[in-house]
């Protein structure tokens, strides 16, 4: 049998029925804050003021986080009979929680046939989150952002003040009230390798009242603006860069400048930001002092574990670069013209050999890289 090429359109691609599906999720359209909007203060305010989405982002990781995180709890629920995805709200906040892992006390009130095969040694709300490799070594460090911290203290605080939420298919969970939630557990998963890792905090109270006072001051602003910008903007961030509000959050941005020009308004700012820059400046020069000398110092030292660290070494592997003689031939076997394109760079050599001054002209529309030169303030007298 010989297979038949069906020509799809080229326009088509897959990713504009994920983008179209992405769109219609309850998440990307309720006005009402989930525990997940809360990355930064002003994105929360926005959501809350209905505020008109005008940024599509780029949403393609995300995407494939969601179908990934779909899947797993999907399986655990089947494999395992873990509580997963289950609603949980009150009148500011509305999320759905990963998994609800209960303890004996807590399944023994349910009805028999809804009791989990195994119950856990304490209450745990457990929150899935797949990262990339490119930031899998930070995670393992240092666990969960403060973001994430907060989503889930929030989560946790909503069960134990609220209880689940009283809607279709989890009404047998909201007839146990509010439940005493005594851990948190963060299950990470890496999205290039599989590979999981598992952080757990004992619930704490004063925690869960700090994040539930950060929605309160998101709730109670008059207006988005009055709320703290908490990243660095366009081109500085990738949570800005992909943010539904960010035309709102930064406008009056003059062409070709960066979005962050817009926090200056007198020389005041100014020298605030110098004296931050000084200061970065200073820190930077000092921590790449430090970097330096560790890394002469391990020159030598063989891969391993050594304390909290592992030491790996990479590259030292020859380098290609293009066989243009080698290219030269196939380009003659294959009776191909060999391009004559004047070389730049050797003409420049031959003209300084002789002693001539290489001309220079603009090149049309393109500018050198602004630097900037920061020095201490002359005195005046
Ligand atoms: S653009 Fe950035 S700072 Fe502004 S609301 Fe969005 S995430 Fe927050």
Redesign the pocket.
């Known amino acids: 049998m010989t297979a038949t090429t069906l020509s799809a359109p080229a326009s088509l691609s897959i990713w504009d029925a994920a983008n179209s599906a992405d769109a219609r999720r309850p998440r990307s359209v309720q006005r009402q804050l989930g525990a997940s909007d809360t ?2 203060s ?2 929360a305010g ?1 959501i809350l003021a209905g505020t008109e989405r005008t940024n599509a982002g780029d949403k393609r990781a995300a995407i494939l986080g969601t179908y990934i995180h779909q899947g797993l709890l999907e399986d655990a629920r089947r494999e395992y009979g873990w509580l997963t995805e289950r609603t949980v709200a009150d009148g500011t906040l509305r999320g759905h929680i990963d998994v609800v892992q209960l303890d004996a006390a807590t399944a023994a009130r349910l009805p028999k046939r809804h009791r989990p095969a195994e119950p856990a040694a304490h209450l745990t709300v457990e929150d899935v989150k797949t990262k990339s490799s490119r930031v899998w070594d930070r995670v393992v460090r240092f666990g969960p952002t403060a973001a994430e911290m907060r989503q889930v203290l929030l989560y946790a605080d909503l069960l134990r003040t609220v209880g689940f939420a009283d809607v279709p298919g989890q009404r047998y969970l909201h007839r146990l009230g509010p439940i005493d939630v005594q851990r948190i557990r963060f299950r990470f998963v890496c999205r290039d390798t599989g590979e999981e890792h598992i952080e757990e905090f004992v619930f704490d109270e004063w925690l869960a009242a700090q994040a539930r006072w950060w929605v309160d001051r998101v709730v109670e602003a008059d207006s988005p603006e009055e709320l703290r ?3 660095d ?2 081109g500085l ?1 990738v ?2 860069d992909n ?1 539904p ?2 035309h709102s ?2 406008p009056g941005v003059p062409p070709g400048r960066p979005a962050q020009t817009i926090l200056v308004h007198d020389d005041e700012d100014r020298a605030k930001a110098l004296a931050d820059y000084v200061r970065a400046h200073e820190r930077f020069r000092e921590a790449k002092r430090v970097k330096e000398m560790a890394r002469a110092m391990l020159d030598d030292s063989p891969e391993g574990n050594y304390g909290d660290n592992h030491l790996g070494w990479g590259g030292g592997n020859d380098k290609e670069e293009s066989d243009v003689a080698a290219m030269v031939e196939l380009f003659e076997d294959a009776d191909l013209v060999v391009p004559m394109v004047p070389d730049e760079k050797a003409m420049i050599q031959i003209l300084r050999r002789a002693g001539m001054v290489v001309p220079r002209r603009k090149a049309a529309g393109q500018k050198t890289a602004r630097t900037i030169k920061v020095s201490r303030a002359r005195k005046t007298s």
């Open positions: 990355i930064c002003r994105r926005y910008r908490d990243h903007g366009p961030s949570i800005c943010c509000f960010v959050c930064w």
